[in-house]
């Protein structure tokens, strides 16, 4: 069974931090890029990051750059995306996806697999 299990959100003031944690099985992790997506309420799913299965390339949504880094330990099966200088407006439900192939990183129909989120809320 294919599972990915997203850990790791809360409650954090603006400013903080987080680490989310995403630990897949059931498939082979070292063949599928890794991407982190939120869902802000009462607004679409948005791609924020990914990282690639082959060199570790790694992609960042303009709104997200240069304050969440996305890592992977393939050895571990796990993903990892750290939040740091958080804004309310990164509030939101988080999820992990995985790729096989994709037309480009932040094409969410291209992922083939989904967790099931974890919630982060940044109060300011």
């Known amino acids: 069974e294919v599972q990915l299990v997203e850990s790791g959100g809360g409650l954090v003031q603006a400013g903080g931090s987080l680490r989310l944690s995403c630990v897949a099985s059931?498939?082979?992790?070292?063949?599928?890029?890794i991407g982190w997506f939120r869902q802000a309420p009462g607004k679409e799913r948005e791609a924020i990051s990914c990282?690639?299965?082959?060199?570790?390339?790694?992609y960042y949504a303009k709104s997200v750059e240069g304050r969440f880094t996305i890592s992977r330990d393939n050895a571990k099966n796990t993903a990892h995306l750290q939040m740091n200088n958080l804004k309310p407006e990164d509030t939101g439900v988080y999820y992990c996806a995985a790729v096989g192939w994709a037309t480009s990183w932040d094409e969410e129909n291209d992922y083939d697999y989904w967790g099931q989120g974890t919630q982060v809320t940044v109060s300011s």
């Open positions: 990282i690639t299965s082959t060199d570790g390339t790694t």
């Open positions: 059931g498939f082979a992790f070292d063949d599928y890029a």
